[in-house]
């Protein structure tokens, strides 16, 4: 039976602290390229040769900027790097942060500092654009921006994810979320829109960055215990320290539950470090190490009639007298054929799960040639290993990945205007051999023959420019440009076997070469302190996943090396208005346009797998809304809503019923997975005096609109309204050991509402020459009322 353990994985952690030099840390940076923070030591005293002063910031008022109310900062992008920061390094930084023009938003820890923070979720909620569903593990997300990854089957895809700098998106494009444990950050930056000049490859959607708390603002150590409803249970030790040259933070965790679904409990573990020591006044190097375990079990996704009659899968023990609406998956008696018979069973019964380990170590060097100019040097290894028998079959295999950029950042003038200048380059890849092998009946997810083997090489290399120009104190201009080749090689060999188990063999080899080039172009004019105005046009592009190559339309392995880069050119036209320090709101309307769009969906097939495909043209249009208002003290309200509407504009769908196919024009239909509609508001009161202070609460409202989940606008997902409940109280303590208390408490889904976290896109099939969706199960349920509470004590 599954134990859980107090402080299993952290103490072990905590007793070698003491060896751990402190170290200066970093701030993000983007995708694939590495910043760093300016830590302010002291510089010896001896004589240097004079440098030239940086550019002083040209004011955009005539009145001194006012705070921006809210913590979730949606007004970020709405100044020039010039205007903000005195140094090449700042600068460059900022370009991972909020980068002058884009559609961005930072939400600062404060936002989820007095409540349970399980998964990445538990942040993203308070951005406008993005969207969440539950993946293939406890803390397994797939993330969207406007949309991006809701035609995807699992993991994150289309925007890229970095932290503190470091790429977490590997070469493939591939990111998952199961190492992110929201305890260890500081703030996350949201970046919305094509943004490939700046990201490179995948970031159609845009980017996110997760900066990790400094150690000079943990200034000590940091233990938190949270738990509740389902087993759950997360214990966490932050500590952190700057002295001198040095600045490091480390965070670990072990958080264990039992789950919610049948077949779901989990036990993972992770580590993150981030040190830098800056050796010289102008040379700086930084160290990045994160490590995640993770151990789950994992429930067979269901149709919507069996979430209808059992969303959470209870009762599925014995799979010849389950309850009704458990979802069974057809396991090869022989291992390697249904020629020996099959059995049905539940994912309890076959041990279903994932038991995978992420590794990612990374290190840069910064040198400031003088204060106006910062060569960045970066590299990163990263390796995905993983063991994953979700259903029929079992994909196994070892994804280590290298990525290595360089650039320069120069600030100073050009015909007298004030201009950030910005070129680099860079190199990654990714070499890996992936097996998928049958699961066989009799539980532990036992494994039969090979079904196949995936040998892939991803490769990417290119270089990215980008000049930000100062026109007047009030306009500012940016423009960027980013080119990129893909080569993508992989021989895929399928095994099938006769009724005496003697294989046979079918190989398939890719060798794909893809270019793509991506300009963008913004304006920012800020009108006076109350008003900012914002224009962009920006392009992205995406290339195929090698394994994407190799999935026919049945569900089988074959050729479907045709596939082609997706791009999207996208217009955001917006306005960030904050008329006094009580108010802040933000809109932003825009349209993008894709070609050869590539979409995944569901089907039945030997595999359990997906397939992939481009539809030539479809049309993504929305708007973005956010605003804080304080309106009486310790009141306050902020909302995050979205609206998307997304459609196929050209794209003919063929359907075979037996020897016959079907042809059906999917122009103006919806494409799949996109809710229309979705909003979080929250509305909280805090004391700040007295006896009180430091109490306070919030109610939390989460509304997602229903949405299809096909191609033929057949079958939809419903929606829903949650309603959470949160009190909770900090104070500080007046000792020489503690700092401060924190302690909550919250109820998530007051009301109980059944409803779907997670439905992935399903394909449609002809049923006795009428179209119809295929009975694939694609639906997790969401969590039911569950009561969870924490606690946090600061230590000096």
Not at 653 to 664: C, I, K, M, V, Y
């Amino acid at each position: 039976m599954f134990r859980r353990h107090a402080l299993g994985g952290v103490s072990v952690v905590a007793l070698q602290l003491v060896l751990l030099p402190p170290a200066t840390v970093a701030s993000a940076q983007s995708v694939r390229e590495l910043p760093s923070v300016t830590v302010d030591a002291p510089r010896p005293a001896a004589p240097r040769a004079a440098r030239k002063p940086a550019a002083q910031p040209i004011s955009v008022s005539a009145r001194a900027p006012k705070p921006v109310a809210s913590a979730a900062n949606i007004s970020g992008q709405g100044q020039a790097a010039s205007g903000r920061l005195a140094g090449a390094s700042a600068a460059r930084d900022q370009l991972s942060q909020s980068p002058s023009g884009q559609t961005a938003t930072t939400i600062d820890r404060s936002r989820f500092d007095d409540r349970p923070a399980f998964s990445v979720g538990d942040i993203l909620r308070e951005s406008p654009g993005v969207s969440v569903k539950q993946g293939n593990g406890p803390r397994d997300l797939g993330i969207s921006i406007r949309g991006s990854n809701a035609r995807n089957g699992f993991g994150i895809r289309n925007i890229v994810l970095f932290e503190d700098g470091f790429p977490v998106t590997q070469p493939d494009g591939l990111s998952r979320s199961d190492l992110i444990d929201p305890h260890a950050y500081g703030a996350v930056d949201v970046i919305r829109g094509p943004s490939s000049a700046l990201y490179g490859n995948y970031a159609t959607g845009g980017a996110i960055n997760f900066r990790t708390r400094p150690g000079g603002s943990i200034d000590g150590a940091e233990i938190g215990s949270e738990g509740g409803s389902f087993g759950y249970l997360s214990n966490y030790l932050a500590f952190g320290k700057k002295v001198g040259n040095f600045e490091g933070s480390l965070f670990t965790s072990d958080v264990r539950g039992d789950g919610y679904l049948g077949n779901s409990w989990f036990n993972t573990q992770t580590v993150n470090f981030l040190g830098t020591v800056k050796v010289t006044p102008d040379d700086r190097f930084t160290v990045k190490i994160i490590n995640n375990d993770l151990t789950t079990r994992l429930p067979v996704r269901y149709t919507l009639s069996n979430y209808y009659l059992n969303p959470y899968q209870q009762g599925c023990t014995n799979g010849k007298s389950f309850a009704a609406g458990c979802q069974t998956v057809g396991l090869n008696k022989n291992g390697f054929n249904t020629l020996g018979g099959v059995d049905t069973e539940t994912a309890l019964q076959a041990g279903l799960g994932r038991n995978d380990r992420r590794t990612i170590v990374g290190g840069r060097w910064e040198h400031d040639f003088d204060n106006n100019t910062t060569w960045r040097n970066q590299f990163v290894f990263d390796d995905r290993n993983i063991s994953q028998p979700t259903g029929s079959t079992s994909a196994i295999g070892d994804y280590p990945s290298y990525n290595y950029m360089s650039d320069i950042t120069r600030r100073g003038e050009i015909f007298g205007l004030e201009s950030t200048a910005f070129f680099g380059a860079f190199y990654n890849t990714l070499t890996a051999s992936g097996d998928t092998r049958f699961v066989v009946p009799g539980g532990n997810a036992a494994l039969g023959r090979l079904s196949g083997n995936t040998w892939s090489e991803t490769t990417n290399y290119g270089f990215r420019a980008r000049e930000e120009l100062k026109l007047t104190a009030a306009l500012t201009a940016v423009a960027g440009l980013g080119w990129e080749r893909t080569h993508l090689r992989g021989v895929n060999t399928a095994y099938s076997y006769n009724a005496t188990g003697i294989a046979t063999t079918s190989i398939t080899t890719a060798d794909r070469q893809f270019d793509n080039l991506a300009p963008e172009l913004a304006l920012l004019y800020k009108v006076n302190s109350d008003w900012l105005l914002r224009a962009r046009v920006a392009t992205g592009y995406g290339t195929p996943q090698a394994s994407n190559l190799f999935v026919l339309p049945t569900g089988a392995f074959g050729n479907n090396t045709q596939l082609k880069s997706q791009t999207n050119l996208g217009y955001d036209v917006g306005f960030d208005w904050t008329p006094n320090r009580t108010v802040t709101v933000s809109a932003t309307g825009f349209y993008e346009f894709f070609r050869n769009e590539i979409v995944t969906q569901a089907v039945t097939g030997p595999l359990n797998s997906s397939y992939t495909f481009n539809a030539p043209r479809s049309e993504h249009r929305g708007v973005e809304l956010a605003a804080d208002w304080r309106f009486l003290p310790g009141w306050r309200f902020t909302a995050a809503y979205t609206y998307l509407d997304q459609t196929y504009t050209d794209y003919t769908e063929n359907l075979a019923s037996g020897s016959t196919l079907f042809s059906f024009n999917r122009a103006g239909n919806k494409i799949p997975g996109i809710s229309p509609n979705e909003l979080t508001a929250r509305l909280g009161y805090d004391h700040d005096s007295g006896r009180l202070a430091g109490l306070g609460g919030f109610v939390e409202v989460q509304w997602k609109d229903s949405f299809y989940m096909d191609n033929g606008n057949l079958q939809k997902a419903p929606g829903y309204e949650l309603v959470n409940l949160n009190v909770h109280y900090k104070t500080e303590l007046a000792s020489e050991t503690f700092k401060s208390l924190n302690v909550f408490f919250e109820v998530r889904n007051v009301f109980d509402r059944t409803y779907i976290a997670s439905a992935n896109n399903l394909q449609n099939a002809m049923k006795s020459g009428v179209q119809d969706v295929a009975t694939t199960g694609t639906i997790y349920a969401g969590s039911p009322r569950a009561f969870l509470a924490g606690m946090k004590v600061a230590f000096r």
